[in-house]
């Protein structure tokens, strides 16, 4: 009986050796993610943020193991694709030409392109009009006007001096503000009638000034509204529609780069987001342009009062995790996601991160 047992007991050992009878535990999904916050942070044991969030209730919902692997956009895009990384997770909008190489998930937040601006960008049309009213080329227009309308009064005034006293009194102080109201209002063919030369020189004079006051006229007209249209064209970007004549800045290697491309805009591209708004800061450009609550986020963190957010959105979409063609976790990930934004819980996760919506 003692051998018989022996001999059981060494049956057991090497069938467990051979692993027969084991279940293999599955290695953990690879997740590529990009930092985009308020979306993906980096945190004090890896990342954190509203899109992470999401992918740790939905790895618990599904019973997924998985581990973070932190990288660039490209990467994420070419290593989903490549089935180098088992599922992609950041700020990733659904485009044609993504989802051409990948299988994307149903939306999980929807956002759009938004536009930032220097706060004295953001003005309303009629304070930026009352503001541009004092820019240096204004004052230097009227500053001209009134100098010429001062030599045309004093001439007037001394032509007419000793033989019109009534209307062009004999002191310099009185007689040159006669000459030069006589110079304004023939100017801009008032004609009130209350000052006229009588004197031959005088009326030559006004003569000329009447024709030549046309000339004037034009030229100041234009001055003004060239001062106006440059100063409107640099602080007036009110929607994207000014953008085309506006100096833009655009995230490099971004899905945005394309769609201001193909709306005509041409745009200067910047390694980060950061470095963007802290350009705009500087007037080295006139607006921003990226995904409307990343920008949001950073206007708020980082340049309070410096900076604005215009209201406006465009081109809306929506953010999704990318997986590789065909992934059999398309599915049971897009029940997870409908389950979970629809939860008071993620309402209230939303707001933590981005605050109230607008």
Same mark, same amino acid.
């Given at each position: 009986?003692?051998?018989?047992? #022996?001999?059981?007991?060494?049956?057991?050992?090497?069938?467990?050796?051979?692993?027969?009878?084991?279940?293999?535990?599955?290695?953990?999904?690879?997740?590529?993610?990009? !930092?985009?916050?308020?979306?993906?942070?980096?945190?004090?044991?890896?990342?954190?943020?509203?899109?992470?969030?999401?992918?740790?209730?939905?790895?618990?919902?599904?019973? !997924?193991?998985?581990?973070? @692997?932190?990288?660039? !956009?490209d990467d994420l895009i070419?290593?989903?694709?490549?089935?180098?990384?088992?599922?992609?997770?950041?700020?990733?909008?659904?485009?044609?030409?993504?989802?051409?190489?990948?299988?994307?998930? *149903?939306?999980?937040?929807?956002?759009?392109?938004?536009?930032?601006?220097?706060?004295?960008?953001?003005?309303?049309?009629?304070?930026?009009?009352?503001?541009?009213?004092?820019?240096?080329?204004?004052?230097?227009?009227?500053?001209? !006007?009134?100098?010429?309308?001062?030599?045309?009064?004093? %001439?007037?005034?001394?032509?007419?001096?000793?033989?019109?006293?009534?209307?062009?009194?004999?002191?310099?102080?009185?007689?040159?503000?006669?000459?030069?109201?006589?110079?304004?209002?023939?100017?801009?063919?008032?004609?009130?009638?209350?000052?006229?030369?009588?004197?031959?020189?005088?009326?030559?004079?006004?003569?000329?000034?009447?024709?030549?006051?046309?000339?004037?006229?034009?030229?100041?007209?234009? %001055?003004?509204?060239?001062?106006?249209?440059?100063?409107?064209?640099?602080?007036?970007?009110?929607?994207?529609?000014?953008?085309?004549? %506006? @100096?833009?800045?655009?995230?490099?290697?971004?899905?945005?780069?394309?769609?201001?491309?193909? @709306?005509?805009? =041409?745009?200067?591209?910047?390694?980060?987001?950061?470095?963007? #708004?802290?350009?705009?800061?500087?007037?080295?450009?006139? %607006?921003?342009? *990226?995904?409307?609550?990343?920008?949001?986020? @950073?206007?708020?963190?980082?340049?309070?009062?410096?900076?604005?957010?215009?209201? =406006?959105?465009?081109?809306?979409?929506?953010?999704?995790?990318?997986?590789?063609?065909?992934?059999? #976790?398309?599915?049971?990930?897009?029940?997870?996601?409908?389950?979970?934004?629809?939860?008071?819980?993620?309402?209230?996760?939303?707001e933590r991160y981005l605050?109230?919506?607008?």
């Amino acid at each position: 009986m003692r051998s018989k047992h #022996l001999f059981g007991l060494a049956f057991v050992l090497w069938f467990a050796a051979l692993g027969y009878g084991q279940t293999e535990t599955p290695e953990p999904l690879i997740v590529a993610t990009k !930092l985009a916050e308020p979306f993906v942070m980096e945190g004090p044991e890896g990342p954190v943020g509203l899109s992470i969030d999401l992918w740790n209730a939905i790895a618990e919902d599904l019973g !997924l193991s998985f581990e973070y @692997r932190l990288t660039s !956009l490209d990467d994420l895009i070419d290593g989903v694709a490549t089935e180098r990384y088992d599922a992609g997770i950041a700020a990733i909008s659904v485009t044609p030409d993504r989802e051409s190489v990948l299988d994307m998930t *149903h939306g999980y937040y929807t956002d759009g392109l938004g536009i930032a601006v220097a706060s004295g960008g953001a003005r309303s049309p009629w304070l930026s009009v009352l503001n541009n009213f004092f820019t240096l080329g204004f004052l230097t227009a009227v500053g001209a !006007l009134t100098l010429l309308l001062m030599g045309v009064g004093i %001439a007037m005034w001394l032509v007419e001096r000793k033989r019109n006293t009534e209307e062009f009194r004999s002191r310099p102080t009185k007689g040159i503000g006669d000459g030069f109201w006589f110079a304004a209002v023939t100017m801009t063919t008032v004609g009130y009638g209350d000052k006229s030369p009588r004197t031959l020189p005088g009326r030559a004079m006004a003569l000329v000034w009447m024709f030549a006051s046309i000339i004037v006229i034009s030229a100041f007209t234009g %001055a003004i509204a060239s001062s106006l249209t440059a100063a409107q064209i640099s602080t007036g970007v009110r929607g994207p529609e000014d953008l085309r004549t %506006a @100096r833009t800045g655009v995230l490099a290697d971004s899905a945005t780069v394309g769609i201001l491309k193909d @709306r005509g805009v =041409s745009a200067k591209a910047f390694g980060s987001v950061q470095e963007g #708004l802290e350009a705009l800061a500087d007037d080295q450009i006139d %607006a921003f342009v *990226h995904d409307w609550s990343i920008l949001r986020y @950073r206007v708020t963190e980082d340049h309070p009062g410096e900076l604005w957010m215009l209201d =406006s959105r465009f081109n809306v979409g929506s953010f999704a995790i990318a997986l590789p063609p065909g992934s059999a #976790l398309r599915e049971p990930i897009n029940r997870a996601i409908l389950e979970i934004t629809r939860s008071p819980v993620w309402q209230r996760t939303v707001e933590r991160y981005l605050g109230p919506t607008p």
